[in-house]
């Protein structure tokens, strides 16, 4: 392998956290004097500055948020706070291992929210007085509501057969993205199994792990892909950092699900790819800081591994760890332009020349020169390309 997997930039273009920081000091604010509607009021505000107006009654006290494929009832009446969302129906089939994992649930993933069943039919629900109603709390409560409910009740419809109680409001990609992200998905799987040929025939697993982790957290930066597939390729990522099985074995789970997204055709695939409402995001809003520190040792490696010539090491860690800052943060716009000017400058790019472009991007971060990164050879090679479209006739 001679080169860089290829990148494409996000269907998303921000990648930017909706949440408006000061609304939440202004939340705590009004809960230290004991005004707690306004309290929880701008706390809505902190998460989505448009909820109070596109979900909320004229009085502001109740609510109903779409959130995926659940809705987020939330209802203040006195001096009481109520929140429920409508999960599932209980099929007549499956019922006993349903439950069970409902009680799973209860039990080992939700901590201050619970699942209830009433009439065949399983709801989140969680009260508290409004006084009580303390704004770290309740964001942890929606958040945990949020990603619970979004992500099982598709699991446990495609395994136990249970029904929605709610249908999500989707608008599917049109036929020409999903023309594009069938052909980017298919040449990305491609490119991993080529990869993969190569480091599993020099034994060189730690890459191999490297480029079928990249090209899973690829398809989810680029595609955005819903349902049960943004699951399963969810639970593979997490099985990648299993410790408890050889490496070799951990790569052959990646590679399954790689060869299992190829394998889908263009309609299977489309099935999964629409844009839903978010009501409180899974991810963790970016800072320079925390991102800077989440870099430190992969910096400190890649600059060893620039000295040392190593280029491929050091590409290949740069670009996974780009990719895993999409997956676990919605990330802010400065550092997005940066990593997506680098990523597509070194794409398909000899080792030696990515490697350069790419430590020069995470070396910027570090830096925080988030604003002067578009110098040197990178934006010379720019501007020759610019000025040959321009004087050279097309290319």
């Given amino acids: 392998m001679k080169q860089t997997l290829t990148f494409n930039v996000s269907l998303i273009r921000s990648t930017a956290s909706k949440l408006y920081v000061d609304a939440f000091d202004s939340s705590k604010t009004a809960f230290d004097n004991k005004e707690y509607l306004k309290s929880f009021h701008y706390l809505l505000d902190y998460i989505n500055p448009s909820l109070r107006q596109k979900y909320g009654n004229a009085q ?77 709390k309740m964001y942890y409560v929606l958040r945990e509501i949020c990603s619970t409910g979004d992500e099982y009740d598709d699991e446990f419809s495609t395994k136990f057969g249970a029904e929605r109680i709610y249908e999500p409001r989707i608008v599917p990609y049109n036929a020409k993205t999903i023309d594009d992200v069938y052909n980017v998905v298919q040449h990305s799987c491609k490119e991993c199994n080529e990869g993969l040929k190569y480091f599993e025939g020099e034994r060189k697993y730690g890459f191999a792990w490297n480029i079928v982790a990249c090209t899973l957290l690829k398809i989810l930066y680029y595609a955005h892909p819903q349902g049960q597939l943004l699951n399963d390729l969810n639970k593979t990522i997490k099985d990648l950092d299993r410790e408890d099985i050889p490496l070799p074995e951990v790569v052959a789970i990646g590679k399954k699900q790689v ?87 070194s794409s398909g790019k000899s080792w030696e020349e990515a490697a350069e472009i790419l430590y020069k991007a995470m070396d910027n971060i570090m830096k925080g020169n988030l604003y002067n990164y578009k110098n040197g050879s990178v934006l010379k090679s720019v501007v020759l390309y610019l000025l040959g479209v321009l004087f050279g006739g097309k290319r």
């Fill in 259 to 345: 060869e299992r997204i190829q394998n889908m055709t263009k309609e299977q695939l489309a099935g999964y790819l629409y844009f839903v409402e978010i009501f409180v995001s899974d991810k963790r809003r970016s800072s320079l800081s925390n991102i800077q520190e989440n870099f430190k040792n992969a910096y400190e490696k890649a600059g060893l591994y620039m000295s040392q010539a190593d280029y491929m090491a050091c590409a290949v860690m740069i670009i996974y760890q780009f990719y895993n800052m999409y997956y676990y943060n919605d990330v802010q716009d400065d550092v997005n332009d940066l990593v997506v000017y680098a990523m597509t400058q």
């Fill in 60 to 136: 502001g006290t109740e609510f109903s948020i779409q959130h995926g494929s659940i809705v987020v009832n939330i209802k203040i009446e006195n001096d009481e706070l109520k929140v429920t969302a409508p999960f599932l129906k209980i099929p007549e089939k499956n019922r006993v291992p349903l439950l069970r994992q409902t009680a799973v649930l209860n039990f080992r993933f939700i901590d201050l929210a619970k699942i209830e069943l009433k009439d065949e039919r399983l709801q989140f629900i969680y009260t508290c007085p409004l006084g009580l109603v303390d704004p770290f």
